[in-house]
Structure formats: structure tokens, C-alpha cells
């Protein structure tokens, strides 16, 4: 509070408050003083009023005299400050009595004395009369000196005492107001005499800080407060002086700056200039990339396709080495080349992430079965673990993923010499709708130093830099996978010990998908029990895991030894074991070995699945009995493991997934668009091989006008070409479309391109999917089969053209139904006989389902005969039931011809299988 005083109030308060203070202290004392005074006065006459009262009454209390006492009483009152006088005889009677009741009690105590009591209002004397006091009346007896005559009481008022105590305070405190409003006046002069010479100061001060340097201060009469002045204006004037300084300071930094902004802006308009050459650069480059991209994937595609075609023709062993080469050598290039077009796209910020469902294991062994056969050329174990509470259903962009996991694997097969590589998928977190995934692959190679891990991941940077490094890569592989990695929302690392292996791993958070019903276990493999053989330890606890995920009871065995007598043993018991599963590689177990093995397990009926490299498929196809179901290349595939040891126990499996490898009884009528020539001619060749009835057209126009004067089941369109393109040549076509009843006729775009958003462009445009170049045979059935309905089959090497048109799908083939019941004929005979005995339910529940207009129950019915036909040779019904699905799935009219036709294949198997019996 009194820092926001000033100096007035200060100096007003410094003056005042020891005057208050002493005002009210002696005020007070003396006031006290005085109080006590009048008191003691009243009293000191209340005292005397009653001695002198004892004389007089003495001889009318001794001779009773009331009138007397009652005359003397009655003067006695005329005393001031006398309230009430009393007589009392000996024993306290009232004799007599002048004035009002007495205020205070009787006094009790030594009755040979005065007494008195005081209160608030009054003091009331009781006064003892004895014998000797009546000697000033002219009568003393000595004898009755102590004699008690009576007693004399007095009660004094205080009002008069209060009245005057009442008037000198009021006029003490008049004094005290006059000297305290004296000494504020004093106070105030002396304050103004201060407090004005400081306003002076304080409003040149102020002028000062407004920039007024010419103020000056007059003397203020005081020798303090002058020189406080003579300081101010010292101070005015070196601000003065400072300021101008400043001031020509500012004039001259502002010229500077003025300058120098004309200099930034000038360079403001080269950077500009600059930027716009910049765009059109990095324009000019985007063109450049896709056009190159067109114009390198182009001749790639001819050299691989026509490669591949060539292989198929009667050469020799050389010649076929020479075209491995070209093929292996341009596959080198396309995968630099894709390296290259990932990263411009990456670096222009241009990169499209898909998000669709995809199986998390069978990318993870997609990826493994792909490179598997340069890890085994190499001698390595190749091994990929799931663990079990990693969910399989996610959604993401697998194409991405498995470039990521083809770059790390392919590093870690590249650099290590011998040893493991193990690919593992674990779960970090989850919720109700992500998980947070996490993707290692371990090996046992170099290992890297802490300054390579630095440079690992930056472009064009390679772990191994020396002259004796392996050849091949373009040092972006690991930047293109840290980059796509950060932009799912995940991060990269490694974890590495110099000549003890490495451990890349990468974590990205996904969303869940739905469960795949393909990834519940096999209802046929439930509580069986199968024998497992692998001596690598790792690769046996994966294969341990993957069998107990199909339902079945696995039992592992050391040695191969140990497996054949446990085996022979369980048999006796009456617990045989129905299958086994062999890890074997040629280095440590011989063809013929393996033979005598398989013979002695078969003896106790125990079915084998071999698994062994892929560089020693050919060394034990001579040793399996049916290599085609029977033997297989490490590491396992998840679902081709499934379906083949459900093929081994000789029952069904529904709902098979692959496309028919038989023939179609219709050709499908498809128009080939491309300018390049040798592209037409490839793709062209590729589908007449097939069974394909091929028109190929080299112009955007040409397609148009086939297109509205024929009919086609499919289109393939290539998308850059010269005067209408193929984006433009499909939204011509949809626009004719839009006139005509119908179905749409499918389009698919051929492209080179690998630029962004280009499978979206293509779709917008009205295309219904697309493929890049190169294309293979297989990718081409695929994609007849999903928008035709109509199936290819791949011609066999060496087979001629003719051969291939001049087949035709049979009723009935033993030999194939040999070999789908591995071998076995009753096994092929028992499936045949459940197969026939259940076609006319099938036939007749079709035709129901037919005329009651119930699309799922239809395609669940033709669904479970096409199953059936799988472990059947059957190839015509088979084909019949392919075609059929695949057309109800789509809504597709053209599925009431295919019915009929699945109909008439009915009867006619039926009819042959009469004939046979």
C-alpha cells in the first residue's frame, strides 16, 4: 500500500502520523489523569460530607430526634453531587431519609469505620456514629466515647463527575484536532514545496522520452533537487547528441537496406525464373521417365516374350543356355530399370499407395518362393516363421510390401556365404481395428560396421563398395524401402554385428481385413497324425508350426532311421501315422536312400511329401513315385501344402481356387491393340498358343471400328499410341456402349508406364484393369479367365500350333484320374464312383435351382460339383463347371449358355461311364 504513495502522500504521512501518535497518547494519559482526579475528588467529598454529618446528627440519634434528622437530612441534599441521605438507627431502622433510593448496596465490613460501595452511577457511605461525637455539640461523656449511636448513609451521583470528565475531553480533543490540522497544513506546504519541483522534473523527463532533447530544467530553489536538474539536462543533451548519431545511422542503414533489397529482388525474379525452369525441368523429366519407361519396357517385353516363345521351340542344349542368359540378363535390367522409375517417383512425391486385403504369410512365402531358388543355389536355408497371434487378414498394399521384402531378402541371400536367412512376422500391438506389424529378416552373412549402417539407407549407397563385391544393384533398393515404409506410417532399422549376420526390420502400422475362409485348417487333415523329418532346426520349427495349423498331430524324429521304425511301430499298434513330411537336400541324403525309405514307409501306409531346394528337384524326381504331388521345393507354401497333403489322404477338397488347366470348349474372340509390332506379334502368338481366336489391330481408330462391327469377349489395349490413344479409344468405346443393351465389353490396358496414379488414370478412363509389360503366359489366362469366364490352356514346350488348336477337352481320361489319386487305382476309382453317384443329385439340384431364380444357391451347387471334379479325370466337366462359376460370380448373361453346356457335359460323362461299365 505504501508503494503507490507519493512523495506528497508521503510526506503528509511522514508529518501526521507521529503527531496522531502522540496526540492520542497524551491525550489519552492526561484525560485518564483527570477522570481519576474528579473521581478521587467525589469521593474525598462524599467523605467529608459524612464526617461532617456525624457531629450534627450524634445528639438527635442519642436523643431520637427524627424531626431534626429529617431537617438535617433535607440540607444535606443541597450539598452538590449529594444524591440521597439516610439516618439509621443502631440496629440499620431508617430514622429518617431525603431523597430517591439509593443505587448501590448496603456496605458490609468493619462497622467502626466509614464504608463506602462505588458503582457506575453513584458511591453510597455508610458512616458509624459514636458517642464521642457528640462533644462538638457541647455533650461528651468519656464513658461513652465507643458507644454506638447510629449510622449516617450518603450516596454521591457520578453525573456531574462525568459531565465535567465529558467536557474536558471535548476540549482536549478540540486542542488535539487544531494542533493536528495545523500540522497538516505544514505538512501540505511542505509537500506541494517538494511535490512541484519533482512534477517539473517528471514532465521534462517525459518530454525527454518523447523525443523532445531540447527540454531544460530552471533551478528548483534547493540545492538536491538543482542538481538533480543540472543531471537531467546533462542527460537531455548527450541523448541529443546520441540521437542524432543514431539518426544518421538509420539514414545509412537504410540507404543499405534499400539496396539491398533492390539487389533481392532482382534476385527474387532470377530465383523465380529459376523455379519456373526448375518445374518445367522436373516437367519435362516426369515426361521423360514415363516415355522412357514406355520406350525401355517395350523392347524388354519382345526380347523376354520372344525369349520365352524361343525356349519353347526344339533347340539345343547350348542354344537353350545362350536364350537362359538373354532371359536372365534382361530380367536384371527391368528390375534396375523399376529401381530407377521407384525412385523419381518417390523423389517427385508422386507415389500412390493401394490399400486391399491382402494374406500377410502367403505374401511373406510368395516372397521366399520367388528367391528361393538363388538362396539354394548358394547352399542357404531359407525359413519364414508366423508367429500365431499374428492376424493374417490386413489390408495394405502387398505389391509394395513384397518389394520391400524382396529387397531385404535378396540383400541377405547376396551377402551371406553360408548359413540361414529367416523372415519373421510378429505382432507389436493391436486394437479392435490395427495392428502394428513388424517384419524382420535375419541372416548370417557379413554383418555391417556402424559406419555402413550410417550409410545404409541413403541413395545410391551400397553395404559393400569394394572391387570384390557381387555384381549387380543400383544402391537404391534400401532408400526405395525406407521410403516406402515411412510413407505407410512405419519405420526401418537394422541390427547388425560385424562378421556374425544382420537383422533388417521394418514396423508399419495396418488395418485389419476380414478372415479368409481359405485360412481355416482343412477339415480332411483334422486329428491326423503325420511324421516330420527336417535336420535344420529352424526350418523344422516352421514346418512344425504350419502342419499344426492344419489340424494335424505332429511328431518329429531325428534321424530318418528313427522315423522308419517309429512309423513301423505306430502301424503295429494300431496308431498308424498317415503321413510324413521329409526335409531332404542331395548333400546329405542320396537319391537312392531316399527311394528304399519312401518303399518302407509306403509299406505301412504312410503317405510322403518330400520337400527338398529347388537346384535338387531334378536329382529326386527320378525317386519319388509322383513327383507332381509328391515332391516339392523349400521352403513350404502354406496353401499348396494344404491342398497336397489333402490330396495324399485320398479325400476331397471344395472350393478350389485355381483356374482350370483344361481347355475351353469355346475359344474366346479377343482384339489385340498395340502399335509396336513386335509387341503385337507377342501377344498375339502367346494367346493363338493358347486357343485364343486373335484379331490384332495397330491403330486407337482400327480398334473403334472392329469393336462396333464385331464381336469380341475382351480387349487388350495398349495405352500409348499415335494419333487416338487407348484411354481415348475406351472412352469411345463406352460411349458408343451407353446406346446399346448389353454388357460391357471388357478392356484391359496394356502398359509400359510405371509413373503414378497410372492404374488410376486407366480405370477413370474407363478400363477395367491393366497389365504391365512384360506380360506372361499366365498372366494372360488369369486375366482372360476373371473378365471372360472362358479358360486358355499354356501350350507345352514343343508343342506346335496345330497340336495345340486341334485339342479338345475329354469326357473321361483314366490317366489323368491316375494321376490327380497319386497314383493309385483304387483310390482313382473310389473318387470316380462318388463323383457318378452323386451327379444326378447335382443335376437335378442345378436344374432347381435354375428354374427357382436363386443365384447363390446355383453357384453354391456347381460350386461343390466343380470341387468334386477336382480329384476326378474329368477335364470337360471340369472345364463346364470353371466356366459356369465364374460367369454366375460375375452376372454375367452369358451364364444360362454355360449352364446349358455344364448340363450337357453332365450327360455325356454320365453316358460314358455306362459305356465303360
Known sequence: MFRKLGIRGRVILLAMLPAIGMALVLGGYFTWLQQGELRAELLRRGEMVCEQLAPLVAPALAGSDTKRLERISAQA?????????????????????????????????????????????????????????????????PSEDDRLLGWVEVEMSHTNTLLRGYRMMFASTLLIGAGLLLILLVALQIARSIALPLGRIKAAVAQIQSGKFDTHLAPMGSQELDELASGINRMAASLRDAHEELQHSVDQATEDVRQNLETIEIQNIELDMARREALEASR?????????????????????????????????????????????????????INEILDFSKIEAGKLVLDATPFNLRDLLQDTLTILAPAAHAKGLELVSLVYRDTPLALIGDPLRLKQILTNLVSNAIKFTREGTIVARAMLEDETEAHVQLRISVQDTGIGLSAQDIQALFQAFSQADNSLSRQPGGTGLGLVISKRLVEQMGGEIGVDSTPGEGSTFWFSIPLPRASEDAEDLPPAILAGRRVAVYEPHDLARQALEHQLEDCGLLVTSFPSLERMADSVAAAARAGQPFELAVLGVAEASLSAEHLKAYLAELDTHGCQVLVMCPTNDLAVYHGA?????????????????????????????????????????????????????????????TLLEDMGAEVVALDSGRAALQAVQ??????????????????????????????????????????????????????????????????????????????????????????????????????????DEGLRLAAGKPDLAADMLAMLLAALDEDRQAIRHAREAADPEALIERVHRLHGATRYCGVPQLRGACQRSETLLKQANPAAEAALDELDQAIVRLAEQARVNA
Not at 284 to 302: V, W
Not at 716 to 736: A, H, N, S, Y
Not at 738 to 748: E, K, Q
Not at 789 to 796: E, T
Request: charged share 20%; net charge negative; hydrophobic share 35%.
Open 709 to 814: 462391327q464385331g464381336h469380341f469377349d475382351l480387349v487388350l489395349m495398349d495405352v500409348q499410341m499415335p494419333d487416338m490413344d487407348g484411354r481415348e479409344t475406351t472412352e469411345k468405346i463406352r460411349q458408343w456402349e451407353t446406346d446399346r443393351p448389353g454388357p460391357a465389353l471388357p478392356v484391359v490396358a496394356l502398359t509400359a508406364h510405371a509413373m503414378a496414379n497410372e492404374k488410376r488414370a486407366l480405370l477413370h478412363s474407363g478400363m477395367d484393369d491393366y497389365l504391365t509389360k512384360p506380360i506372361s503366359e499366365r498372366q494372360l489366362a488369369q486375366t482372360v479367365l476373371k473378365w471372360t469366364g472362358l479358360s486358355l490352356h499354356a501350350a507345352a514346350p514343343g508343342r506346335s500350333e496345330g497340336d495345340s488348336n486341334g485339342h479338345e477337352e475329354r469326357v473321361l481320361d483314366h
Open 77 to 141: 441534599l443541597e450539598q452538590p453531587d449529594v444524591r440521597s441521605v439516610s439516618f439509621l438507627a443502631v440496629d440499620r431502622s431508617v430514622v429518617a431519609h431525603a431523597g430517591p433510593t439509593m443505587l448501590n448496596t448496603i456496605p458490609t465490613g468493619n462497622t467502626s469505620r466509614l464504608q463506602q460501595v462505588s458503582g457506575n452511577d453513584a458511591t453510597r457511605y455508610l458512616q458509624p456514629v459514636f458517642g464521642r461525637h457528640r462533644a462538638l455539640s457541647g455533650i461528651y461523656l
Open 624 to 684: 519319388v513315385p509322383d513327383p507332381h504331388n509328391q515332391l516339392q521345393p523349400k521352403p513350404p507354401y502354406n496353401r499348396t501344402l494344404r491342398r497336397t497333403l489333402s490330396a495324399l489322404v485320398g479325400r476331397q477338397q471344395p472350393a478350389a481356387a485355381l483356374p482350370a488347366s483344361s481347355d475351353d470348349s469355346r475359344a474366346p474372340r479377343i482384339l489385340c491393340v498395340d502399335d509396336n509390332p513386335a509387341n503385337l506379334l507377342l501377344v498375339q
Open 284 to 336: 519435362i523429366k516426369s515426361e521423360f521417365l514415363a516415355n522412357m519407361s514406355h520406350e525401355i519396357r517395350t523392347p524388354l517385353n519382345g526380347i523376354l516374350g520372344f525369349t520365352h516363345l524361343l525356349q519353347r521351340s526344339d533347340l539345343t542344349q547350348r542354344q537353350q543356355d545362350y536364350l537362359g542368359t538373354i532371359e536372365k540378363s534382361a530380367d536384371n535390367l527391368l528390375g534396375i
